[in-house]
């Protein structure tokens, strides 16, 4: 069984950074993909970046762009989501997630979920 552990998140103003984390409990897993989800008040569960493992590749979706970034520490199986500039409608609750495989951007493949974390962005 492989378990998620998501830490970071909190209330920002606009224009500020955080970072989330998630750390995954099988340390000889390696061709995985980590991903994070968010979740909007009202709204459905959406991609918003992810990493595969092995290799490095990364993938964002077009809103976060050029503003969020990941890194990985392998000895600690921890991947990090840097938010940058981040706005108003970057508020959510964000959810680690994981699989075996290449990234996916369908929420349904992904098995293994962390417990989420709030991101709130104030104007």
């Known amino acids: 069984q492989v378990q998620l552990e998501e830490s970071g998140g909190g209330l920002v103003q606009a224009g500020n950074s955080l970072r989330l984390s998630c750390a995954v409990s099988k340390s000889t897993w390696n061709s995985f993909s980590m991903v994070w989800f968010r979740q909007p008040p009202g709204q459905e569960r959406e991609f918003v970046a992810g990493?595969?493992?092995?290799?490095?590749?990364?993938s964002f979706a077009d809103s976060v762009e050029g503003r969020f970034t990941i890194s990985r520490d392998n000895s600690k199986k921890t991947g990090n989501l840097q938010m940058n500039s981040l706005k108003p409608e970057d508020t959510a609750v964000y959810y680690c997630?994981?699989?075996?495989?290449?990234?996916?951007?369908?929420?349904?493949?992904?098995?293994?979920w962390g417990q989420g974390t709030q991101v709130t962005v104030s104007a």
């Open positions: 997630a994981s699989k075996f495989g290449g990234i996916n951007r369908d929420s349904r493949m992904y098995e293994y």
């Open positions: 990493v595969y493992w092995n290799t490095g590749f990364t």
